[in-house]
């Protein structure tokens, strides 16, 4: 069986299917590119949950916290967290997405089913014919098979390309998001107010933060763990 | 969605400031340290120093006096140790089995396998010091390359110790 038409659909597929974040991943990639932004080894995405609770928290204690920019990054950084989220959903739904998607509009797929449909509808199906169908709906099983696994292999490699390079663009901007909202919290005075009543030791910083919350938290939680994973950034 | 987002020139700026006040800021004594004798530590070796710095936490260059506890059997702990200077010994159930130099690596296993540790080591010499730290298995996203050759050294680690044994059991 020549695949070539059916790796050409993939292929065509896959540009319609992910154009969206395919150019939301662009767009990232020459941001961080063309400001020459950091671009860390150290898995900030994982502070997403935490900074999105401390940012809140914060902001309630100072309402001057959040200038356009910091908004900006925040809503920057929800955004591609959610895409992220997204993509990584429809990396683990592949065959829903062969069913539901592609198999819709494969014209190699369609020819088939159409002639098979054809086949069915008619009344009366001479011997030749039955057997004819026959062999139609067993070319049809097979095709179908390679079909899935054509569309397997491209599309869980362009999906995870995608996802690799939109989880650089993310955790880029959530470490910026991270370093703008610690330097902001340490000039706020509500803040630095905060540290004192609380008896934080050290610096107004996010590893003195997170290693003051486990001190008071009851140790082996789900959510202890959370903060001891968050800490190992820190070096 | 983000590509709705439109960062002005100012806002640029304000990222430009936290990339130079990053560049700036100097790195803490243990990590330069590190780095600095990352090709004399073998299992550190051929991998890029900013997965490294990624790959490891809660690193401490220790000193011990004759005597001190390093690692208590049936503790639980995930450190990993590096010998610099001074020797150790190993005691398991009181009973010594091993006597460590500078240049070995001790404590792998259990932070491996994640098991309760096997044997105690204390400090054999008059001072030693130790290159103590974990390893952030959790990294697998931003630095698989890093830690797979990690883990291919340390294997290459324990095998050599498991050589070593055997030798002296077959002598026996």
């Known amino acids: ?235 | 969605m983000s590509e709705n987002i439109d960062y002005s020139v100012e806002d640029i700026e304000k990222f430009l400031e936290i990339t130079r006040l990053e560049n700036d800021k100097p790195q803490s004594a243990s990590l330069h340290k590190l780095l600095s004798v990352q090709n004399k530590i073998a299992i550190f070796r051929d991998i890029d120093p900013d997965e490294l710095k990624a790959i490891i936490y809660d690193l401490k260059f220790v000193k011990y006096k004759f005597k001190d506890y390093i690692i208590k059997q049936g503790d639980i702990s995930e450190n990993i140790y590096f010998i610099i200077q001074g020797d150790c010994q190993v005691f398991s159930d009181d009973k010594l089995v091993a006597t460590l130099v500078p240049g070995i690596i001790f404590g792998e296993s259990a932070a491996i396998f994640k098991t309760k540790r096997n044997a105690s080591v204390i400090c054999a010499s008059q001072d030693a010091t130790l290159l103590s730290f974990c390893i952030d298995e959790k990294n697998v996203e931003f630095c698989a390359q890093a830690l797979f050759t990690l883990y291919k050294n340390l294997a290459s680690e324990i095998n050599a110790k498991l050589e070593s044994s055997n030798a002296a059991f077959i002598k026996k």
């Not at chain 1, 989220?85 to 014209?107: G, H, M, P, R, T």
Request: hydrophobic share 35%; aromatic share 14%; with cysteine.
């Open chain 1, 1 to 235: 069986m020549d695949i070539t038409n059916i790796e050409d659909e993939v292929y065509d597929f896959d540009n319609i299917f992910f154009q969206k974040v395919s150019s939301v991943v662009e767009e990232g990639l020459d941001f961080i590119e063309n400001n020459h932004l950091i671009e860390p080894k150290e898995n900030y995405v994982m502070l997403i949950d935490y900074l999105g609770t401390v940012i809140n928290y914060f902001h309630n204690l100072d309402r001057s916290f959040m200038d356009s920019t910091f908004k900006k990054l925040q809503s920057d950084v929800n955004n591609l967290n959610g895409l992220y989220k997204k993509q990584k959903d429809i990396l683990q739904n592949v065959e829903e997405i062969f069913k539901k998607n592609f198999k819709k509009q494969s014209n190699v797929i369609r020819v088939y089913t159409q002639e098979i449909l054809e086949y069915k509808s008619a009344d009366n199906l001479s011997n030749e014919e039955k057997i004819e169908l026959k062999i139609l709906l067993d070319y049809y099983k097979e095709l179908d098979a390679v079909c899935f696994e054509t569309f397997k292999s491209i599309f869980k490699e362009d999906c995870k390309y995608l996802l690799d390079s939109l989880l650089v663009v993310l955790n880029s901007k959530t470490y910026y998001l991270h370093e703008m909202f610690w330097h902001k919290a340490a000039d706020s005075e509500a803040v630095q107010r905060l540290f004192r009543i609380q008896k934080i030791d050290g610096d107004i910083s996010s590893k003195n933060y997170i290693t003051h919350k486990l001190d008071v938290m009851l140790p082996y939680s789900k959510e202890y763990q959370y903060f001891k994973d968050c800490l190992r950034i820190y070096k």
